[in-house]
């Protein structure tokens, strides 16, 4: 029963942590960006397509090139979109690159807006990288808020 209990014990100080898990420190970006859209669909093509351009200044001093899907209900005004865009430059100094992916609604009901930051898509400094970016437009510019995280 003693070697029983002695092996036990052994057993739960070999599995137990030595050191605690380190939870990934959110780091915060910000600045403004200029958006250019340019049709790339027919006429009458739906959903219509998109290319996207961005240069973004501020803690990320970047450019993006992507694409984007829109469509809608031109009865209700129901709204939706998605696009991917590579965002490349450098973030707090750090180079590389990362995708954005995005997904927005609007309805009677209100809008919703998501742009994350695809996981493990960034390259050179900034791979690892996850989290999400927010867009504000006031006054006709447009300004970004970033939460991410990387890895030490």
């Known amino acids: 029963m003693k070697s029983l209990l ?68 031109e009865a209700n005004g129901s709204r939706v979109y998605v696009a991917l865009e590579t965002v490349a430059g450098t973030l707090k100094g750090l180079k590389g690159s990362f995708i954005l992916a995005h997904r927005g609604t609007m309805s009677a009901n209100g809008q919703a807006l998501s742009v994350i930051i695809v996981p493990d898509s960034g390259t050179d400094q900034l791979k690892g990288i996850a989290g999400n970016l927010d867009i504000d437009i006031r006054d006709g510019k447009h300004f970004y808020t970033m939460d991410y995280v990387l890895p030490e």
Do not use: C
């Not at 070999?14 to 340019?38: D, N, W």
């Not at 200044?57 to 694409?67: F, I, K, N, Y």
């Open 6 to 73: 002695a092996a036990f014990s052994l057993m739960l100080a070999a599995s137990a942590p030595a050191e605690p898990i380190k939870e990934p420190f959110m780091l915060h970006a910000a600045g403004e960006f200029e958006v250019s859209l340019k049709p790339v669909s027919g006429a009458d093509e739906a959903p219509m397509r998109l290319s996207i351009d961005k240069q973004f200044r501020g803690d990320l001093e970047a450019t993006s090139v992507g694409q984007m899907m829109a469509g809608g209900n």
